[in-house]
């Protein structure tokens, strides 16, 4: 088995993924700015409406992210399709790790980057960007747990419960940041200050963000069959 990449092929799987499931992505990006827009709204109750909602999206992004790409395409039986290419284990494990890194990663970044311009340039306290920028980390770190389990698991049961397990822990987390002085008081504030309790916490969501995908690149690639 060669340890060759066939990027081409590679390519093609990926520009595949990301054309069968860019409507979907634009839908939730939609709904994204949808959030923000009430989020940067004056009223009490269109911010705490339009940030359930944009949680809701990210949540949703990862999880469509990940179960059409991987999930569905198991329960469908399209891997004997894959499997009749010239293509590689190693091949395929780098075009549904980079294909799911891509259909998450934009809408994620896009609605990233608009949550940050409505803290900065609405009436919102510009504090509250520590706040939103660990939520997000928190998003990331519960996807890539996600995305590492349903590519070494083959149960659809153990996968959907990481997911929904991950996910719900969204609300513990939002409580311990809310119990955390350092991060609550700056969050109700005009300025914008990184504590040493927020730049640990963000480092830990990255650096665990970054060993998940890391690692499960390397277990999968190293396989010389696809099961």
């Known amino acids: 088995m060669t340890t060759t990449l066939n990027l081409p ?22 709904a994204g700015i949808v959030a923000l827009t009430l989020i940067g709204t ?5 911010f705490y409406v339009g940030s359930l909602l944009l949680i809701v999206v990210l949540v949703a992004v990862a999880a469509f992210s990940i179960s059409t790409s991987l999930l569905v395409e198991r329960k469908e039986q399209t891997l004997a399709f894959v499997m009749s290419l010239p293509i590689s284990p190693l091949d395929f494990t780098v075009a549904k790790l980079a294909g799911n890194l891509l259909t998450f990663g934009v809408p994620y970044l896009l609605i990233l980057v608009g949550t940050l311009a409505v803290i900065l340039y609405t009436p919102l306290p510009d504090g509250l960007l520590v706040f939103a ?3 997000f ?18 149960s659809e049961g153990w996968n ?3 997911m929904i397990a991950s996910m ?3 609300n513990p987390f939002i409580m311990l940041l809310g119990q955390i002085e350092s991060i609550a008081t700056v969050a109700r504030g005009s300025d914008i200050v990184w504590s040493v309790t927020a730049l640990a916490i963000l480092a830990g969501q990255l650096l665990g963000s970054t ?17």
């Open 9 to 30: 092929l590679v390519r093609l799987l990926i520009i595949k993924d990301w054309q069968l499931f860019q409507t979907q992505l634009a839908a939730y990006v939609l």
């Open 42 to 46: 004056p009223h009490a109750w269109a």
């Open 133 to 135: 920028v660990l939520l």
């Open 137 to 154: 980390g928190h998003i990331l770190l519960a996807y890539s747990l996600s995305l590492a389990v349903a590519m070494q698991v083959q």
């Open 160 to 162: 959907t419960f990481v």
């Open 168 to 170: 719900v822990l969204i």
């Open 211 to 227: 060993a998940l995908i890391g690692f499960t690149a390397w277990w999968q690639g190293r396989k010389t069959a696809f099961y």
